[in-house]
Nanobody, 125 residues
């Protein structure tokens, strides 16, 4: 069973940074692509950034390109999302998700099979 636990959310001023972590169950990262999704109040959930399980290729939503960086540490079974230059419109609940052997881009545009519980990110101006 795939288990995902997010951490690192919080309250930050506009222009600041946060680093989210997604701890996956044992060996998940060997076979599963991992993605970060977010849902703001009154809006649909959207894919923010995803990373493949095979070649480490990545995908970013246009609005976060150049500001967010996704990375994975397979030895620790952790995927990170470094978020810099945060804006109030980045405010949302951020979810970590996993899906078996898909590309990063495919993962970010579909509903993955496995989800974490979410972590709140609030950016104030």
């Amino acid at each position: 069973q795939v288990q995902l636990v997010e951490s690192g959310g919080g309250l930050v001023q506009s222009g600041g940074s946060l680093k989210l972590s997604c701890a996956a169950s044992r060996s998940t990262l060997d076979y599963y692509a991992i993605g970060w999704f977010r849902q703001a109040p009154g809006k649909e959930r959207e894919g923010v950034s995803c990373i493949s399980s095979t070649d480490g290729s990545t995908y970013y939503k246009d609005s976060v390109k150049g500001r967010f960086t996704i990375s994975r540490d397979n030895a620790k079974n952790v995927v990170y999302l470094q978020m810099n230059s945060l804006k109030p419109e980045d405010t949302a609940v951020y979810y970590c998700a996993a899906e078996f052997l898909v590309s990063a881009q495919a993962m970010c545009v579909r509903e993955p099979d496995h989800w974490g519980q979410g972590t709140q990110v609030t950016v104030w101006s």
